[in-house]
Structure formats: C-alpha cells, structure tokens
C-alpha cells in the first residue's frame, strides 16, 4: 500500500519530506500551487504523483485554480453549469493535456460537489466528465492509468439505495482503472468514532477492491490505518487538519472568513492519536520518561526542548507526522489477516499505553484513546464478513 | 429485393411483426421480417437494431441485407441472413449436467457479445431463444429489437414499472426498471441464467415449491445450483456467486474479468 502527501498549504514541507524519502508521491492540490510552478516540479517527482483537479465547485476561483487551463473560467467568463453542455469537451482536453503534459503517474477525472446531491447528480457527472474524458482519452491512445474522482457522502455510506446507486455508477465505468476516493468527513471529533460509518467505509472500499479497481483514498487522518485492513491501494498523508479530513470549505473562496487557529498536536503511532500539547506537556511534569511514549524522529529532540514553542502552523510536528505515519504504514504486513493482526495488536498496546498516562494525566476526548475501543470493533465485524 | 425473392413461407408471428422465409437468387436463403410501426418509439428501436446489424460483420450475428420504411402504409420491412442450425431451446439436452460445454458455450457467446457491448450497446434480451446454434456449434445472437443503445437517448418511459425484457431472463434492475444501472453487467446476469438453466435442465429462479414466482425469485436473488437430478458443481455455483446478484457491482466488472474467470475452468 502506497502512502502519498495531500497538498495544500505548506505544501513545501510535504516536498520536503518527499525529498528525504518519506512518502510514495504528492497529491497536487491547484488551489495552493500556481500552475506554472507545478510544471517546474521535478519531473521524477512529478512521475510518481497525480493532480487532484479540484473542479468540485467548477468555478469558483479559489487561490491559483485560475492558473490552470481547464479553469472553467478560462474557457469562458462566468462559466456555470449550462455551460458544461457546450464545453465538457474542450474542458476534458485541455484538463487531460495538462496532466499528460507534466506525466503524472495517474490521470485523474474530476468530480463536482453538491451540498445535496441532485437526483441527476450521476448521469450529469457521466455526460460532463467521464464521457468526454474516456473519448478524449481514446482518441489520443492513452496508456497511462486513469482514476475517477468521488466524493462518497455519508449518506451513500448508510442508505442502501444511494450507496448502491455509487456503486454501480462507480464500477460501471470500463474505461477507468480505478478511484480516486474522498470520503466526506461531517464529524464534530478529531477521530472518527462511528461504528457504523467506519465499517460501511471498510464494506465500501472491499467492494471496489472486489471489482478490481485501484483505490487511492484522499484525506485521510489517522483512520487510514483501520481503512488499509480493507486493502486500498493507496492512503495519504497530510498537514492541516482540512488536509486530513474533507470538507468542501477548502475550495470556498471566503472572504474574510474568520481564521480558526487549532492547538497545536503531536501524532504518537503508539498511542494512535494526535494528543494536544497541553497535554504532553502535563505528561513532562507528571510521567517519567513521558517522551517514550512519542515517536523519535529528527525532529523530536527540538519539540522536546523546554523552550519550543508549540502553535499549529509551525512545520516540525507535521513533518514529523508525515515521517512517523508513513513509516508506520509501511510496516503493515502485506497479507490482509496479518495486517488485520497488526492492527488490532497495536490498537490494544495503545489501549495500555493510554491507561498508564491516564493514571497521571486526564486528556480530553480529542487527545485520548476513546476512538479506539470503536476501531477494534469494526475490525472485529469487518473481519467476520471476509 | 424482396421481389427478388421466391418460395416465400410464413415462418413465425410474434410481437409486432411477421417473419418468412425465402430465396434468394443472390444471398440463398433469408429471412424477411415485416411489421407495423406502432409508435415513434418501435420506429426509433427498429431503426437502431438495423444500423447495428448494418455495422456488425460477424458470425455471431445474422447479416442485414435490406431495410426499407412504406411511410403510406407505416410498415417496416427487413431482409437478413437465415442462419442454419436451432435454437439453444431446442438443444438444451446437449448442455444438462455439462459444465465444460456450457463454460465453452459462454466463452464463445461473450465473444459475441463484446463486439455490441464494445459499442456500448446492451442486448436486454437475451434467452435460449434468442440464442440459435450453428451446426458447427458457433452461436449466433439474433434479437436486437430491445437492445439499450447507452450513448443515446433512452427510449424506455422512465415511469414505466417494468423495463423492457423478457422477465424471466431480466436481472433486478431491468424488473424495476432501474434504467441507469443497465449495462453489459445485465447481459451478465441473462447469460449466467442460460448457463444454469442449461446444467440444471431446470430456472435457476424457478425452484420446485417455491411459493414465489422467478421474478419475486430474481428481486430476492433465490436461486438454485442444484436438484434432485444435478448435483452441484464447484464451477456452477462459483459463476452464480460471482454474478446472479440484485445490483451489478457484484457482477464482473467488465467482460474480460468474466472470460478470466472462465478461463481457469475451460
């Protein structure tokens, strides 16, 4: 399972990672990388990554989304939906150019966002984008591999009629060799802690596995360890929580829109959580060694002086975040009982761990390991439906 | 051309049209089909069936040889290639029990099939009768009149309860007319039905004592891969499993998967 960066903000920090060797490839995000300066990229990068083309709001002009080509507000002025009827095709060349262009690993065909999906939500995204990208694609006898973009709702997670309406959309698509797949994120917690939701999710991604298809999940947090146990092809890694968790707000151009500045957290792969560096530092003060129960990685010895100023938009807890979570990932075993082993093996072990530091130090549900007794449930139920 | 035709017979009545069979000097015998455009709809249908046969030039499909519309008396007539042999209803007893000759008789039929599903095409309709057997065994496909053209405008009412097929051959979503899930994945499920159907000797969906009739069957996906006469067979019941389901994302995926499958038991 490879593990690739989802770029945003600071999408340098994840370059630099990418260049000492942590992670498979990038994600590249339009919204955050002027056009231009993507096609500077190192191409041996670039071989190994995909474009995420963020049309999801079609023409909203988010950032740099206007320095690409199949901007749809390049086509034309105050391009909307109608549109689409005269443009899709101009609109999947030029979209599909760009990307063969800077030879990504994957051509990605992009998707649209709707709050609530109209009924016609599917036949609309076959007509605007997958048909007009698969003829475009053949007439230039592509060969590289070509992924379709979802944006899975809950509600196609938990009602059966919407999610075998996806499904069948999804996987009756001859021409592509899989997905690109963003589940949206709705939750109120840092974790996902809901049953249900997270065991659909498994059942979702067995099924495209079960059709053959690549999955490439985007956006994920920390659960993509639970969600390799279903044996997706693909998991990401990313800084900011809007990076690890979908949320259409990213590609909304608000003005003036009031900046929420989260507390600063530390990923722990033995405790499976990002704790908030209130805590660790009461850990500093009432558990020996509290250390031991964070990741060593070259940038720890700075997180751990006295002196270091903890604040979310600072690099080295993300850096460090992509460091220790890939490595993490790659030390999940091929087989999928054995991975399934593993995971719960490493869910239980931070269980423990979370008992001692709760022995000392009482964290708060978005610190602490309430999400895992519900992981290793799901593991549990998922596992008796292979 | 069909002037040019003799020893015209009436061969069978069916649906909206009648068929005959006839001489011709040039093409030897064919078939003529004649019958009343109804609706703008049976005219749409006709018309994209002809231009299909018109662009297949294959074995596993009659040759088309003349199409004409009479817009005075509204009549249709087509003239096409009589293919020899019987159909697979007439020589079910060559594949009971048999599932090396029924995996072969799939191979050769998605074969076939490609070439229309290649096309984005759809038969809809497939059935032992629309299936008919060559004398060397090759089968050909006849029966385009229901095919569903993807890449064009449906022409099935979105309100009708049932989609068009024939209904003990119809997966779920042609039943419940669920027109955006048809795709060559619900030809999947007609041919799985034929190739059960032939090993059993019996409907899959039809078993004895049911209290439901094959369609009810087919909604709540009951079905058999045994009887009192045929025991089950490991290949059987390993094609039912992987394509006699309700939704279609849990049939093959596309049609090289299918003959993959098959693959490892022909």
Partial sequence: MKIYHQTGFRYNWNIESFEKGVGDGLIFSPINIDSDKLISFKEKMKQVSFLDPQLYLLNEAKGSLDTYPYFPGNLKPDFSTPDLDNSQDELAKLCVDYQIENDFEYLVIPTRYHA?????????????????????LKEIKNSKKVLLSAIIKTVM????????EVLNWITGHQNIDGVYIIFENNFTSKQIKDFDY??????FIKILKMNQLEVHIGYCNTEALLYSIAMPDSVTIGSYENLRSFGIKRFQDLENAPMRGPNARLYSSFLLQWVDYVYIQAMEKLITNYEDFFDDSEFKPLMFKPDFKWHFAKAEPYKHYFFVFDKQIKQLPELQSDRIFYVKQTIKEALNLFKIIENNVLLDN?????????????INAFEKEI | MITECTSIKEFAQGGQKKVFLAEHPKFGKVVIKKGLIKSFTSLERIKREVKLLDELDSEYYPKQYHFNIDFKTNEFEIVEEYIEGSTLRDNLHIFYNNPSEIFSLLDLLIDGLS???????VHRDLKPENIILRPNMKPCIIDLGIARFLDLESLTKTISPVGPCTPIYASSEQLTNNKNSIDLRTDFFALVVIALELYLGQHPFNESGSKYSIMENILRNNYIVENENVNQNKQMSELALKVLHTQPYMRFRNYSLFKEFLKTYL
């Fill in chain 1, 366 to 378: 978005d610190s602490d390991g309430s999400h895992l007794s519900t992981w290793f449930n799901v």
């Fill in chain 1, 116 to 136: 609530d999906n109209p009924t016609n939500y599917f036949l609309d995204s076959t007509d605007f984008f997958v048909d007009p990208f698969c003829e475009y």
């Fill in chain 2, 115 to 121: 070439l229309i599903w290649d096309k984005n095409v």
């Fill in chain 1, 157 to 164: 997670l938990t009602d059966d009629e919407k999610k075998n």
């Fill in chain 1, 198 to 203: 997270l065991l659909n999710v498994l059942r």
